[in-house]
């Protein structure tokens, strides 16, 4: 076991020097904008940081994707980077994810696959890569997801016996935590898309994977980052459903609206992640629970989310004036 927490500090404090030492670099100015809840100028480099963080360890415990992964995970970090640097159109970045998204299903599922899968496959893991930026818009709260998520991954694929996917997921929580020293409120750095996208890429490619190489069924991804899925998903149904341009910076996710309504950036991440606590924790028991019991936990996360969803919507149209 010690080799394995070696590495996992390798990585956080490879991540910590670097995040640290980039906070201080006045580079990629994160401006306040219509969709930010900062009132200053954050520097939009933590996200070369965290990489170098989870390559570090990665030299120790590198996952074994195919090329054609790590191909599309070196695509995302250098067109992300560069639209943090200098920006680049939308469809740029939409079409990016979704070349990224294809070569890895195409790496990951059988020949044999249904088409419609392929394709289901394909949008999720694009999904997945903007959600985890739009999530990203609240001190602490991606580096959070991150830690839980993947130490989620790690625990699971330990108990699977996957020593090495096991291994290479605990770097990316560890490099997280790492991050998250300089990036939880008062936020120093954020993560950048060339931190968020490559990050909802692993988180989608990894859940794939470890479901390919049947450490967990294929649900087990979607609810260890159900907090992020559930109010992106739903914040983008709702805005379209009222007619909203989506593609437009917008403050209307779930967690945008409770820093909002009082609850602020420390108040939000901390409940937060308590949710995310709880819906690894979930996930991890349903792994070793029967049919019923799987049914009965997801069945109480979906009222969970509901009602949640509901007392923030209520509470919101009530909010004073200018909230």
Request: with cysteine.
């Amino acid at each position: 076991m010690l080799f394995p927490l070696t590495i996992a500090l390798l990585s956080l404090a490879s991540a910590a020097l670097a995040v640290g030492w980039l906070s201080r670099r006045r580079v990629a100015l994160d401006q306040p904008n219509a969709r930010s809840l900062h009132e200053k100028p954050v520097p939009r480099t933590g996200g070369i940081g965290l990489i170098s963080g989870i390559a570090a360890g990665w030299m120790f415990a590198l996952p074994d994707f195919p090329w054609p992964v790590w191909a599309g995970l070196v695509l995302l970090f250098g067109i992300s980077l560069a639209d943090d640097l200098r920006g680049l159109p939308a469809i740029v970045r939409l079409l990016t994810h979704l070349a990224a998204a294809a070569l890895a299903v195409h790496a990951l599922l059988d020949t044999g696959t249904p088409n419609g899968i392929l394709i289901a496959a394909a949008l999720a893991i694009g999904w997945m890569c903007n959600l985890y930026n739009f999530m990203d818009g609240s001190d602490g709260l991606a580096g959070g997801m991150t830690v839980i998520g993947f130490s989620a991954y790690a625990a699971a694929a330990w108990m699977a016996g996957g020593e090495s996917f096991y291994l290479a997921n605990l770097v990316v929580a560890a490099a997280a935590g790492g991050f998250l020293i300089h990036n939880f409120h008062p936020a120093r750095i954020f993560l950048g898309d060339a931190g968020s996208v490559p990050l909802g890429f692993l988180a989608a490619v990894s859940g794939l994977a470890g479901w390919q190489l049947d450490f967990w069924p294929w649900w087990f991804p979607l609810l260890v980052f159900s907090p992020f899925i559930v109010d992106a998903s739903v914040t983008l149904a709702r805005r379209l459903l009222a007619g909203a341009h989506i593609w437009e910076a917008h403050r209307d996710h779930y967690y945008q609206r409770l820093v909002r309504l009082g609850l602020g950036h420390r108040g939000t991440a901390l409940a937060a992640y308590a949710l995310m606590a709880a819906g690894a924790a979930a996930a991890l028991a349903s792994l070793k629970a029967c049919a019923l019991s799987q049914h009965a936990i997801h069945a109480g996360f979906f009222l969970a989310y509901s009602l949640l969803i509901l007392a923030i919507e209520l509470a919101w149209r009530r909010r004073p004036d200018g909230a």
